[in-house]
């Protein structure tokens, strides 16, 4: 199975501020990654896929990069609305395993 | 617009079994493959179960394997996910969604709880 590895596990911010979190695949998954948000109480919402494809309706201050095993999400400046639960995931083989999450919250 | 409706969760005792399901709308349900996900209480996401559009292929993580069973019926635009042998470990918030070569809409969610 693919191993999906966060980091960090968690992270403070103010809103303006521009934020990464990264991903490590345990073996090549091409371009097979995206980016999920979840918030409490909520069903996760796909903001990102094949690494860097905006998800219709997501906003453009996030963006997606990387290749093989290395991936990073970055909200170019934070929103209030952007504090919640990142996850990654990989899409290339199953089992189609998560990363362990990044809560991101307000400093 | 697209609509992923989970029902089905509940209390039940461990060993035994539950059905859950999933009506889907707003889209054209046999052209796409399905997935179930869970999330344990505080807990992040675990994939469970793919099918593919015509329910040709299936695939399942190893944790459910052997006592899960995704399916579908084109014919009411329905996902299954036929749970036996539940264990503690079982209880989460499932949650279907579409898949596109990967999960992209999701539904609400429903709670199962495997407690005596």
């Known amino acids: 199975d693919i191993q999906m590895t966060q980091s960090p596990s968690s992270l403070s911010a103010s809103v303006g501020d521009r934020v990464t979190i990264t991903c490590r695949a345990s073996?090549?998954?091409?371009?097979?990654l995206n980016w999920y948000q979840q918030k409490p109480g909520k069903a996760p919402k796909l903001l990102i896929y094949?690494?860097?494809s905006l998800q219709s309706g997501v906003p453009s201050r996030f963006s997606g990069s990387g290749s093989g095993t290395d991936f990073t999400l970055t909200i170019s400046s934070l929103q209030p609305e952007d504090f919640a639960t990142y996850y990654c995931q990989q899409s290339y083989s199953t089992p189609y395993t998560f990363g362990q999450g990044t809560k991101l919250e307000i400093k | 617009q697209v609509q992923l409706v989970e029902s089905g969760g509940g209390v039940v005792q461990p060993g035994r079994s539950l059905r859950l399901s999933c009506a889907a709308s707003g889209f054209t349900f046999t052209s796409y493959g399905m997935h179930w996900v869970r999330q344990a209480p505080g807990k992040g996401l675990e994939w469970v179960a793919v099918?593919?559009?015509?329910?040709?292929?299936?695939y399942y993580a190893d944790s459910v394997k052997g006592r899960f069973t995704i399916s579908r019926d084109n014919s009411k635009n329905t996902l299954y996910l036929q749970m036996n042998s539940l264990r503690a470990e079982d209880t989460a918030v499932y949650y279907c969604a579409r898949n596109k070569h990967h999960p992209d809409y999701w539904g609400q969610g429903t709670l199962v709880t495997v407690s005596s």
């Open positions: 073996q090549s998954i091409s371009d097979y």
């Open positions: 099918i593919w559009f015509d329910g040709s292929n299936k």
């Open positions: 094949a690494v860097s």
